[in-house]
Protein backbone atom coordinates (compact mmCIF):
# COMPACT_ATOMS: atom_id res chain seq x y z
CA UNK A 1 0.00 0.00 0.00
CA UNK A 2 1.47 3.58 -1.11
CA UNK A 3 1.82 5.31 2.08
CA UNK A 4 3.08 8.38 3.20
CA UNK A 5 3.80 10.43 6.63
CA UNK A 6 2.72 13.81 6.86
CA UNK A 7 4.30 16.08 10.05
CA UNK A 8 2.05 18.79 10.95
CA UNK A 9 4.82 21.52 12.16
CA UNK A 10 3.26 24.92 10.46
CA UNK A 11 1.83 25.81 13.96
CA UNK A 12 3.60 28.92 16.21
CA UNK A 13 3.43 27.44 19.64
CA UNK A 14 2.07 30.17 21.24
CA UNK A 15 1.38 29.14 24.43
CA UNK A 16 4.91 27.96 24.63
CA UNK A 17 5.97 31.56 23.84
CA UNK A 18 6.90 31.01 19.67
CA UNK A 19 9.78 28.83 18.67
CA UNK A 20 8.42 25.76 20.23
CA UNK A 21 9.31 23.06 17.51
CA UNK A 22 13.49 24.62 16.88
CA UNK A 23 13.76 24.22 21.27
CA UNK A 24 16.20 21.48 22.44
CA UNK A 25 15.25 18.21 22.91
CA UNK A 26 17.27 15.63 23.46
CA UNK A 27 20.01 15.42 21.08
CA UNK A 28 18.42 17.85 18.43
CA UNK A 29 15.14 20.06 18.21
CA UNK A 30 12.05 18.95 19.19
CA UNK A 31 10.90 18.59 15.55
CA UNK A 32 13.12 16.01 15.35
CA UNK A 33 11.62 13.58 17.90
CA UNK A 34 8.21 13.61 15.64
CA UNK A 35 10.70 13.07 12.39
CA UNK A 36 12.29 10.25 14.46
CA UNK A 37 9.05 8.09 14.37
CA UNK A 38 7.41 9.27 10.54
CA UNK A 39 10.87 7.85 9.25
CA UNK A 40 10.45 4.81 11.34
CA UNK A 41 7.15 4.38 9.87
CA UNK A 42 6.39 2.11 6.73
CA UNK A 43 6.05 4.75 4.53
CA UNK A 44 7.64 6.09 1.07
CA UNK A 45 7.97 9.24 2.11
CA UNK A 46 8.24 12.33 4.70
CA UNK A 47 6.54 15.01 4.21
CA UNK A 48 6.90 18.09 6.87
CA UNK A 49 4.16 20.94 6.66
CA UNK A 50 5.51 24.42 7.59
CA UNK A 51 4.18 27.87 8.08
CA UNK A 52 4.93 29.54 11.26
CA UNK A 53 8.63 30.00 11.46
CA UNK A 54 8.96 28.20 8.23
CA UNK A 55 12.48 28.76 6.78
CA UNK A 56 13.65 27.40 10.32
CA UNK A 57 11.43 24.59 10.65
CA UNK A 58 12.29 23.28 6.97
CA UNK A 59 15.81 24.19 7.35
CA UNK A 60 15.94 21.48 11.03
CA UNK A 61 13.26 19.11 8.96
CA UNK A 62 16.28 18.93 6.34
CA UNK A 63 19.30 18.73 8.70
CA UNK A 64 17.48 16.03 10.72
CA UNK A 65 17.13 13.82 6.38
CA UNK A 66 17.80 15.57 3.74
CA UNK A 67 15.04 13.78 1.73
CA UNK A 68 12.44 14.90 3.77
CA UNK A 69 9.75 17.29 1.68
CA UNK A 70 8.58 20.42 2.44
CA UNK A 71 4.83 21.84 2.31
CA UNK A 72 4.14 25.24 3.17
CA UNK A 73 1.40 26.42 4.34
CA UNK A 74 0.43 29.74 3.49
CA UNK A 75 -2.73 30.20 5.64
CA UNK A 76 -1.53 28.57 8.55
CA UNK A 77 -2.64 31.01 10.91
CA UNK A 78 -6.28 29.74 10.19
CA UNK A 79 -5.09 27.10 12.81
CA UNK A 80 -4.63 22.86 12.65
CA UNK A 81 -6.71 22.66 9.43
CA UNK A 82 -5.17 24.56 7.25
CA UNK A 83 -1.80 22.73 8.19
CA UNK A 84 -3.59 19.35 6.94
CA UNK A 85 -5.01 20.69 4.36
CA UNK A 86 -1.61 21.18 2.67
CA UNK A 87 -0.34 18.06 3.90
CA UNK A 88 -2.88 16.16 2.18
CA UNK A 89 -2.83 18.15 -0.78
CA UNK A 90 0.32 17.50 -1.03
CA UNK A 91 0.52 13.82 -0.88
CA UNK A 92 1.67 11.89 -4.57
CA UNK A 93 -1.30 11.27 -6.62
CA UNK A 94 -1.03 7.53 -6.32
CA UNK A 95 -1.02 7.87 -2.71
CA UNK A 96 -3.25 5.31 -0.51
CA UNK A 97 -3.09 6.27 2.97
CA UNK A 98 -0.91 8.35 5.25
CA UNK A 99 0.19 8.55 8.92
CA UNK A 100 -0.15 12.44 10.50
CA UNK A 101 2.17 13.11 13.17
CA UNK A 102 2.24 16.18 15.43
CA UNK A 103 5.83 17.87 15.37
CA UNK A 104 5.29 18.75 19.01
CA UNK A 105 4.55 14.80 20.33
CA UNK A 106 8.26 13.69 20.35
CA UNK A 107 7.80 10.21 21.92
CA UNK A 108 5.83 8.55 19.71
CA UNK A 109 6.81 4.44 20.03
CA UNK A 110 7.42 2.87 17.14
CA UNK A 111 6.40 -0.19 17.55
CA UNK A 112 2.67 1.18 17.07
CA UNK A 113 3.27 2.57 13.76
CA UNK A 114 2.79 -0.70 12.11
CA UNK A 115 0.24 -2.06 13.35
CA UNK A 116 -1.89 1.58 12.27
CA UNK A 117 -0.69 1.35 8.69
CA UNK A 118 -1.64 -2.53 8.61
CA UNK A 119 -4.89 -1.87 10.36
CA UNK A 120 -6.14 0.53 7.34
CA UNK A 121 -4.08 -1.71 4.42
CA UNK A 122 -6.59 -4.23 5.74
CA UNK A 123 -9.67 -2.49 5.07
CA UNK A 124 -10.31 0.34 8.31
CA UNK A 125 -11.26 4.10 6.70
CA UNK A 126 -8.58 4.85 9.56
CA UNK A 127 -6.13 3.61 12.46
CA UNK A 128 -5.48 5.44 15.98
CA UNK A 129 -3.44 4.34 18.77
CA UNK A 130 -5.23 4.06 22.13
CA UNK A 131 -3.40 4.34 25.68
CA UNK A 132 -4.70 4.06 29.21
CA UNK A 133 -8.23 4.19 27.66
CA UNK A 134 -7.48 7.44 25.09
CA UNK A 135 -7.14 7.64 21.90
CA UNK A 136 -3.43 9.66 20.71
CA UNK A 137 -1.55 10.22 17.53
CA UNK A 138 -0.45 9.72 15.44
CA UNK A 139 -3.26 8.47 13.07
CA UNK A 140 -3.56 6.59 9.89
CA UNK A 141 -5.74 7.61 7.42
CA UNK A 142 -7.42 5.92 4.32
CA UNK A 143 -7.31 7.80 0.50
CA UNK A 144 -11.65 7.51 0.95
CA UNK A 145 -11.29 10.04 3.65
CA UNK A 146 -8.74 12.82 2.34
CA UNK A 147 -12.08 14.61 0.68
CA UNK A 148 -13.08 15.53 4.19
CA UNK A 149 -10.12 16.42 5.22
CA UNK A 150 -9.46 18.64 2.51
CA UNK A 151 -12.53 20.30 3.24
CA UNK A 152 -11.78 21.04 7.19
CA UNK A 153 -11.53 24.52 8.06
CA UNK A 154 -10.80 26.63 11.36
CA UNK A 155 -8.44 24.96 14.62
CA UNK A 156 -9.46 21.56 13.67
CA UNK A 157 -7.99 18.54 13.10
CA UNK A 158 -9.29 15.18 11.91
CA UNK A 159 -11.18 14.55 15.63
CA UNK A 160 -14.52 15.30 13.98
CA UNK A 161 -13.59 12.89 10.89
CA UNK A 162 -12.31 10.41 13.22
CA UNK A 163 -15.19 10.39 15.38
CA UNK A 164 -17.73 10.08 12.83
CA UNK A 165 -16.35 7.10 11.87
CA UNK A 166 -17.31 5.58 15.01
CA UNK A 167 -16.93 1.76 14.94
CA UNK A 168 -15.24 1.84 11.59
CA UNK A 169 -12.36 3.57 13.39
CA UNK A 170 -9.60 0.90 13.99
CA UNK A 171 -7.97 1.17 17.24
CA UNK A 172 -4.12 0.05 18.26
CA UNK A 173 -3.35 0.00 21.91
CA UNK A 174 -0.13 1.60 22.19
CA UNK A 175 2.80 0.12 24.36
CA UNK A 176 3.15 3.29 26.05
CA UNK A 177 1.84 6.96 26.64
CA UNK A 178 3.95 8.68 24.14
CA UNK A 179 1.01 8.59 21.92
CA UNK A 180 -0.70 11.26 24.17
CA UNK A 181 2.14 13.22 25.18
CA UNK A 182 2.93 16.34 23.36
CA UNK A 183 4.87 19.85 24.70
CA UNK A 184 3.14 23.16 25.35
CA UNK A 185 4.54 25.00 27.05
CA UNK A 186 8.23 24.78 28.71
CA UNK A 187 7.36 23.25 31.25
CA UNK A 188 6.76 19.64 29.41
CA UNK A 189 9.85 19.76 28.38
CA UNK A 190 11.70 19.52 31.69
Not at 49 to 60: L, N, P, R
Not at 103 to 132: I, K, N, T
Not at 140 to 155: Q, Y
Request: aromatic letters at 4%; hydrophobic letters at 50%; glycine letters at 14%.
Amino acid sequence: MATEAVVLAAGAGSRFGGGKLLTSYGKGVLLHGALAAAFAAPVRRVTVVTGADGSQVAEAALAYDPSVQIVDAHDWEEGMAASLRAGIAGLPADTEACLIFLGDMPRVPHAVLRPLCEAVAAGAPAAAPVFGGRRGNPVALGRALFPELLALRGDTGARGVLEALGGRLALVEAPDDGVLFDVDEPADIA
